[in-house]
């Protein structure tokens, strides 16, 4: 029924939007007898401006042709290293005069395509050999290509770091901290050759008993049996993945919008002026981030459910019983990963002190390997993008790769 409501509405809203930009551009047009109105002007602007938002589930390029290495611009070119059925270790090559430290950015799998991670990786590339976690849309994944659970995520690191080889960095962006330091602890427990050498935990919810957000008081507000009733739904025919339970990405983008609704509506109001002044490199800034915002894509139910309880209800990781495929997770093997963990002073979606958690988690390395940073001024988003990000987080972040590499 939730996907069936979902669709109805997106069809209406499909009829709709040709007809507000038509009517935009119509009011815009200089008729006979007629003085310009401001009002009428501003009226066409937000009727242009509702008719080029639209919620989509297909994911956006990540658009990086090249990239300022040292003095000169390096063409960046994509190629897909290895496969699962839910994702690609995407490779973002580009020619070097010598070998920089390599990267693994992995993304979060929480309702928005590798993509929403764009400046993140832009900002790395330039010092970095980067390479992305792709997850796919798994509506589009047949059934037959069985579950994708929490062990399944940490064993897609695990592969793609052996498939990187030694000398790997791992930098994990909000949601997959928990199996990024997951993954590590596995590998440090084998003595795998493959261990990275670093990872970076940004924004993630490790203990999420620390600051409680809104977000995390909505996890333990109801029984996990409201969740999987109430937010998870059956794809329907005419998708690959029909049949699988998925919790929907317009589902979490509603809940997430629904957070921060006065901002929202104030930045549609902001992308309006901008429309109706013709400030177009104010407009083509914002629209391009809602652009990406409203790309979402479905998460595998199980995955989904088991985050939801195991993390946010139950809290195993930071009380030791976290397990992966029956096998228990121990930070304190980790002794040869170095680990920075950073933060955002304003972040309403992991608090402070949640990600800090890991330092106390990862016992076993000694402390001139761990690094904790707090970036004042900053909200969610800002600790992985934005002017902060690329002029105070991202140089502790590389500083401690090159020392660790």
């Given at each position: ?33 007629l003085q310009p109105d401001e009002s009428v002007r501003k009226l066409a602007a937000s009727l242009e401006t509702f008719a080029t938002l639209a919620v989509t589930h297909v994911r956006p390029e990540f658009g990086i042709k090249s990239v300022n290495v040292g003095n000169r611009l390096a063409p960046v070119t994509e190629e897909i290293v290895t496969s699962t059925p839910f994702a690609n270790l995407l490779h973002f090559k580009k020619e070097v005069d010598a070998p920089q430290p390599k990267v ?302």
């Open positions: 029924m939730m996907y069936a409501a979902y669709g109805t509405q997106a069809n209406i809203l499909d009829i709709v939007r040709p007809l507000a930009a038509a009517a935009g551009t119509t009011m815009r047009l200089p008729w006979p007898l693994l950015v992995v993304a979060p799998m929480s309702g928005h395509f590798a993509t929403l991670l764009r400046a993140t990786v832009t900002t790395i590339l330039a010092d970095h050999d980067v390479y992305v976690t792709d997850w796919r849309n798994v509506r589009d994944i047949p059934g037959s290509e069985g579950r994708f659970d929490l062990s399944a995520f940490v064993n897609h690191i695990i592969k793609f770091v052996r498939v990187m080889g030694p000398q790997t960095h791992l930098v994990a962006v909000c949601q997959p901290c928990v199996p990024v330091l997951a993954a590590a602890a596995l590998m440090a427990e084998d003595q795998d050759e493959a261990q990275p050498r670093s990872m970076t935990l940004m924004a993630g919810p490790i203990d999420t008993r620390a600051n409680p957000t809104k977000v995390n008081e909505l996890a333990t507000s109801k029984p996990i049996s409201w969740f999987e009733q109430k937010l998870t739904a059956k794809v329907p025919f005419g998708y690959a993945g029909k049949g699988r339970y998925v919790y929907p990405g317009f589902v979490q983008l509603a809940a997430f919008m629904s957070m921060n609704l006065e901002r929202h509506v104030r930045a549609f109001k902001d992308m309006a002026a901008a429309r109706a002044d013709g400030d177009m490199d104010k407009l083509k800034t914002m629209h391009s981030f809602y652009e990406e915002y409203l790309a979402v894509m479905d998460l595998p139910a199980e995955f989904y459910l088991e985050c939801v309880k195991t993390v946010f209800q139950d809290h195993f990781l930071p009380l030791g019983k976290l397990e992966v495929d029956g096998r228990k997770v121990n930070p304190a093997a980790i002794k040869r990963t170095a680990l920075l963990t950073v933060e955002g002073e304003r972040d309403d979606i992991c608090g402070l002190g949640q990600t800090l958690a890991a330092q106390d988690l990862c016992s076993g390395l000694k402390q001139f390997m761990k690094s904790h940073h707090v970036q004042t001024g900053v909200g969610h988003y800002g600790v992985f993008s934005g002017r902060r990000w690329n002029s105070e987080i991202y140089p502790k972040v590389r500083d401690m790769i090159q020392m660790t590499n």
